[in-house]
């Protein structure tokens, strides 16, 4: 069979192991979490009102592009290292759009769908190399695309050729470009990913015609630089699945990832200098200068220098650092709409990125991207600390915790649903919360 046919069939039969439910109900505890706030305007946000004042409608497609839209809204959602990307914030919206349309619901059915949309995430990130990121694409948007539209298939039962045509038309849809980071438009992208994969699959089970072969071959050579792996896309799926192995990543701050290794050395050389028995104040006084090396294009998506506001900080390493040292935390409120914290700015502008061209480069693998932070003080004395991505990695996050702080006091009854969800009626109450509050 061909490729596309392959997938196809991989999406429509394969079986997800039942380890998967777990962290799948994890993933949707933690988009639930992340997308609450915004929801309850319970942190300033300006471009949800636009988007629910341009898209009206209650139609699956426009609740699917609001959802999206706040999921992503604080970029404290999940991540997955073989899609480069946020799949939760693009799945799980076309599925509980869709999903709210169903009289009938399967729990169990809804995450083995949700499962299938992460390993077609994941497989499309290593079937297009880090080369797709590289070239300026959002993967998020652009194979976020692809994988909603699989995880409405499997959800929605379609047959192998109606998935078919299904990912052709994604395919077709599928952009996003990250020259819109620092900015309403990033997570404009999720939304517009699950309002295509709604579109598409609704345009395939109606019976629309197009292309149903080539079209997800020709998306992963442009795509790639034509330096597409396509063999990845089929190879050994779901051995482990990838819902469990890499796994989705849960956030603790609601910044970009690519500041996270950086701003938790931060908090080691600050408890450090705490444990000696000095005061955070007298380091902060004594800093002169700070550098941060990582590997080369370690700084790809934390890329922003000089932040102009709260949303564009999200993105700088420098603001990050500074952010970590003065306050032991990153706090959401100088992450937010509006002006950036001048005391973390004035800090800020002491550290210098200092790539580290003896590592491999960050293209190459990911997973070995570490940040290693040095403070030099003006009494002469220099403090440094290395962390890596895995260390990171390997620090639980209580997925439960993040829900926790976002409950608000009318909502109760609601989240002792999503703390559960251990059936339909636990799923049916989030989907017509979250319904509501679009």
Same mark, same amino acid.
């Not at 993967?139 to 909603?148: E, F, K, R, Y």
């Given at each position: 069979?061909?490729?596309?046919?392959?997938?196809s069939?991989?999406i429509?039969?394969?079986?997800?192991?039942?380890?998967?439910?777990?962290?799948?109900?994890?993933?949707?505890?933690?988009?639930?979490?992340?997308?609450?706030?915004?929801?309850? &305007?319970?942190?300033a946000?300006?471009?949800?009102p636009?988007?629910?004042?341009?898209?009206?409608? &209650?139609?699956?497609?426009?609740?699917?592009l609001?959802?999206?839209?706040?999921?992503?809204?604080?970029?404290?959602?999940?991540?997955?290292?073989?899609?480069?990307?946020?799949?939760?914030v693009?799945?799980?919206?076309?599925l509980?759009?869709?999903?709210g349309?169903?009289?009938?619901?399967?729990?169990?059915?809804?995450?083995d769908a949700? !499962?299938?949309?992460?390993?077609?995430?994941?497989?499309?990130?290593?079937?297009?190399?880090?080369?797709?990121?590289?070239?300026?694409?959002?993967n998020?948007?652009?194979?976020?695309?692809?994988?909603?539209t699989?995880?409405?298939?499997?959800?929605?039962?379609?047959?192998?050729?109606?998935t078919a045509?299904?990912?052709? /038309?994604?395919?077709?849809?599928?952009?996003?470009? @990250?020259a819109?980071?620092?900015?309403a438009?990033?997570?404009?992208?999720?939304?517009?990913?699950?309002?295509?994969?709604?579109?598409?699959?609704?345009?395939?089970?109606?019976?629309?015609?197009?292309?149903?072969?080539?079209?997800?071959?020709?998306f992963?050579? /442009?795509?790639?630089?034509?330096?597409?792996?396509?063999?990845?896309?089929?190879?050994?799926?779901?051995?482990?699945?990838r819902?469990?192995?890499?796994?989705?990543?849960?956030?603790? *701050?609601a910044?970009?990832?690519?500041?996270? =290794?950086?701003?938790?050395?931060?908090?080691? /050389?600050?408890?450090?200098?705490?444990?000696?028995?000095?005061?955070?104040?007298?380091?902060?006084q004594s800093? %002169? &200068?700070?550098?941060?090396?990582?590997?080369?294009?370690g700084?790809?998506?934390?890329?922003? @220098?000089?932040?102009?506001?709260?949303?564009e900080?999200?993105?700088?390493l420098?603001?990050? /650092?500074?952010?970590?040292l003065?306050?032991?935390?990153? &706090?959401?409120?100088d992450?937010?709409?509006g002006?950036?914290? +001048?005391?973390?700015? =004035?800090?800020?502008?002491k550290?210098?990125?200092? $790539?580290d061209?003896?590592?491999p480069?960050?293209?190459?693998? $990911?997973?070995l991207? *570490?940040? %290693?932070?040095?403070?030099?003080?003006?009494?002469?004395?220099?403090?440094r600390?290395r962390?890596?991505?895995?260390?990171?990695?390997?620090?639980?996050?209580?997925?439960l !915790?993040?829900?926790?702080?976002?409950?608000? $006091?009318?909502?109760?009854?609601?989240f002792?649903?999503v703390?559960?969800?251990?059936n339909?009626?636990?799923?049916?109450?989030?989907?017509?919360?979250?319904? +509501?509050?679009?």
């Amino acid at each position: 069979m061909s490729l596309t046919a392959s997938l196809s069939q991989l999406i429509v039969s394969s079986q997800p192991d039942p380890a998967v439910q777990e962290k799948a109900r994890q993933g949707l505890q933690d988009f639930f979490a992340v997308s609450w706030p915004v929801l309850t &305007r319970q942190v300033a946000d300006s471009g949800l009102p636009v988007l629910q004042a341009v898209y009206q409608e &209650r139609s699956p497609s426009a609740l699917a592009l609001r959802l999206g839209y706040a999921g992503h809204a604080l970029d404290y959602d999940d991540f997955h290292a073989d899609f480069r990307g946020h799949p939760g914030v693009v799945i799980l919206p076309a599925l509980l759009a869709w999903a709210g349309e169903v009289a009938e619901l399967s729990l169990p059915h809804f995450f083995d769908a949700y !499962a299938i949309g992460v390993e077609v995430a994941g497989r499309l990130g290593l079937a297009v190399t880090q080369k797709h990121y590289t070239l300026g694409y959002h993967n998020t948007a652009s194979l976020g695309t692809l994988a909603a539209t699989a995880a409405l298939a499997r959800f929605t039962g379609a047959t192998a050729e109606q998935t078919a045509m299904a990912l052709g /038309i994604a395919a077709t849809q599928a952009s996003g470009l @990250r020259a819109q980071f620092g900015s309403a438009v990033k997570p404009l992208h999720a939304g517009l990913a699950a309002e295509r994969a709604v579109r598409a699959t609704q345009l395939a089970l109606a019976g629309f015609d197009g292309k149903a072969e080539g079209v997800l071959e020709a998306f992963l050579q /442009i795509g790639s630089g034509s330096e597409a792996l396509p063999e990845k896309l089929l190879h050994a799926w779901g051995q482990p699945w990838r819902i469990i192995s890499p796994g989705l990543e849960f956030k603790p *701050f609601a910044t970009c990832a690519g500041t996270h =290794s950086a701003a938790e050395a931060c908090r080691e /050389i600050r408890r450090r200098w705490q444990a000696s028995g000095r005061a955070a104040a007298d380091l902060l006084q004594s800093i %002169e &200068r700070i550098t941060v090396a990582f590997p080369p294009g370690g700084d790809i998506a934390a890329s922003v @220098r000089v932040p102009k506001n709260g949303i564009e900080a999200r993105f700088s390493l420098e603001y990050a /650092i500074a952010g970590m040292l003065i306050y032991n935390d990153l &706090r959401m409120a100088d992450f937010a709409e509006g002006d950036v914290n +001048a005391e973390i700015m =004035s800090l800020a502008e002491k550290v210098v990125r200092i $790539p580290d061209d003896s590592a491999p480069s960050d293209a190459i693998n $990911p997973a070995l991207r *570490f940040h %290693e932070v040095t403070l030099y003080l003006s009494h002469g004395e220099t403090l440094r600390q290395r962390r890596t991505r895995q260390q990171s990695l390997a620090t639980p996050i209580n997925v439960l !915790a993040k829900l926790e702080a976002a409950r608000t $006091p009318d909502h109760a009854s609601l989240f002792a649903h999503v703390a559960r969800l251990e059936n339909e009626g636990d799923l049916r109450q989030l989907i017509l919360a979250l319904n +509501a509050a679009l």
